[in-house]
């Protein structure tokens, strides 16, 4: 499979696609070795760092595969997020996203240490842990939607690097 680097700059916003719509390359950024971002279309506004759904009801069905909205439920399948762009992309915008290895999230009362798995929540574009002990059954929900996309793994507790975020690793 080849992989194509060339032209792309990651952090770029482009108002009209300068690659096709779900095209995906290695991060060709130093120290993001082993990281893969896709070229997605906005079909909303998606804030920095906030996690993203696709959006299956887009009206052009070849491209529904890689536009993407906010998450913002719980039983959502994580595309990726929105950690390399470091501003909001509007809608109707391309972007590049994480879509495997680290990134920076959105999160609400993580512990890395005990909250091992992620899923979206309620609120747009955060992540939460899904507890093992005793899941709720949203929680439960959550894990299957995870395993048809992205699954999310906590790295550090919510608040590192910045408040309101933590380092990831999507899978």
């Known amino acids: 499979m080849a992989d194509i680097r060339q032209g792309i700059t990651p952090t770029q916003v482009d108002t009209v696609a300068q690659f096709p719509v779900g095209t995906e390359a290695d991060d060709p950024r130093n120290g993001f070795t082993g990281n893969r971002i896709k070229y997605f279309r906005a079909n909303g506004s998606i804030a920095a760092n906030n996690a993203f759904i696709c959006d299956v009801s887009f009206a052009t069905t070849t491209e529904r595969h890689a536009t993407v909205v906010n998450s913002s439920a719980v039983s959502q399948s ?3 997020v929105n950690d390399i762009t470091g501003a909001t992309v509007a809608a109707n915008s391309f972007f590049w996203g994480t879509i495997k290895g680290r990134a920076q999230v959105k999160t609400s009362a993580v512990t890395a240490s005990t909250s091992v798995g992620l899923g979206t929540s309620g609120t747009a574009g ?18 299957i939607a995870s395993a048809a996309g992205k699954g999310a793994k906590a790295m ?4 590192t690097p910045v408040a309101g975020q933590s380092f990831v690793l999507l899978s």
């Open 156 to 159: 550090t507790d919510t608040g």
């Open 78 to 80: 994580i595309e990726g």
């Open 126 to 143: 955060t992540l939460v842990t899904i507890t093992a002990a005793t899941p709720s059954n949203a929680e439960v929900i959550a894990v």
